[in-house]
């Protein structure tokens, strides 16, 4: 009976199994195998050993019972799915070392190996190979927000979004920029929190599985890049973010920029999304007005001033024929004139957070074309 169950799955495995990353792949050959053979013996470590001397070592201890031992590093919990029945190909397989993944579980990305391995015990290796059955999940993932104000294309962005990513959630019509992301902050559950303004059109390879270092979840707001559609400018500018979960609740500082007024601000070069503000005359003006403000009025603490100078400049001059191109030139001419004016004034800095305070300065920028 066993000889036969074996021959059909023998059959099925490779109309089964498919290449994946990382993804821990659970074939009806995979489920069989648990039933049928034995699984090597675990040996359990207090540290991960990634030494191949010291593996084998370790392993060579049960050469008399076994030609291979598990190796687990005892502080991971390991994947209840895990095929510990696992065997390599033939013998040539059984003299590798063979390493597992943990991985992202929002991506399947792996960020470490070595947590589980499977060790030869005769004491030679012919090197690691590195196996795709996923061995533990890593567990520092964060919430993602998109937030939102009135925007038209809000919930069709939101819905994109949900599509990839099943957890995000929605901040919608919180009236004041900062009462939105510390609404973001009160909804969030994990120490750090992604933010999407509602205009960010993601891209594919973009995937929220950045892990910080422990050292830095308290007091370190990353932000990437995004491409602007009218300038081509490639920077922060509406780009995704990831706060601390701590500065979202204590937003309320002087500061008219809550992402670069952080303790310690980190840019990241990587593109997460193109920032698509140019939709109508009003919402172009006035994220050019905004941007340029800040710029003006070196806002940022962390700024190279040669750099910032250099994207201002950009920004007041350059339309490369985006939609609502010449409100875009306006609102950041007018931006840059306003941020230089009231550069040491913070009560007139903090208006650009305000949106009914900008829409009347649109309104009185038209009238005076």
Same mark, same amino acid.
């Given at each position: ?11 099925? #495995? ?82 590798f070392i063979h390493t ?5 579980? +929002? ?79 009160e909804l969030a559950k ?58 979202? #609740?204590?937003?309320?500082?002087? #500061? ?69 191109? +010449? ?30 305070w900008l829409r009347e ?9």
């Amino acid at each position: 009976m066993h000889t036969q169950l074996k021959a059909i799955a023998m059959i099925n #495995l490779h109309n089964v199994r498919r290449d994946y990353q990382g993804q821990s792949v659970v074939t009806p050959w995979d489920r069989l195998k648990r039933f049928m053979f034995d699984s090597y013996p675990v040996v359990k470590t207090p540290i991960k050993i990634t030494d191949e001397g010291a593996l084998l070592e370790l392993a060579s201890k049960h050469k008399d019972t076994h030609d291979m031992v598990w190796v687990v590093f005892d502080e991971i919990e390991v994947n209840p799915n895990f095929t510990w029945q696992y065997r390599p190909d033939g013998e040539i397989g059984k003299s590798f070392i063979h390493t597992f993944p943990r991985v992202v579980k +929002r991506t399947n990305r792996p960020v470490s190996w070595g947590d589980v391995q499977l060790v030869p015990t005769h004491s030679v290796s012919h090197g690691t190979l590195q196996n795709k059955l996923v061995s533990s999940y890593h567990v520092a993932e964060f919430d993602v927000f998109m937030i939102s104000f009135h925007e038209a294309e809000a919930d069709e962005n939101f819905q994109k979004l949900r599509e990839r990513f099943k957890d995000a959630q929605h901040v919608k019509n919180v009236e004041g920029i900062g009462n939105a992301h510390k609404r973001a902050g009160e909804l969030a559950k994990t120490e750090m929190v992604y933010i999407v303004d509602a205009d960010a059109d993601i891209t594919g390879h973009f995937s929220f599985d950045y892990i910080p270092p422990m050292s830095s979840r308290k007091n370190t707001t990353y932000v990437w890049s995004a491409r602007n559609p009218i300038n081509d400018l490639e920077y922060g500018y509406g780009g995704v973010k990831l706060f601390p979960r701590e500065q979202l #609740l204590s937003l309320g500082h002087s #500061l008219p920029d809550y992402t670069t007024g952080a303790a310690f601000y980190q840019p990241i070069s990587d593109i997460s999304n193109i920032t698509r503000f140019n939709k109508d005359p009003y919402r172009t003006w006035r994220s050019a007005f905004r941007e340029c403000v800040k710029l003006a009025s070196s806002v940022n603490p962390n700024q190279k001033q040669a750099e910032t100078d250099a994207r201002l400049e950009t920004w007041c001059t350059v339309d490369n024929g985006g939609r609502f191109g +010449r409100y875009c030139l306006k609102g950041a001419n007018e931006g840059k004139a306003y941020g230089i004016e009231h550069k040491d004034n913070t009560d007139e800095l903090n208006k650009i957070n305000d949106f009914e305070w900008l829409r009347e300065q649109f309104v009185a920028s038209m009238k005076k074309r």
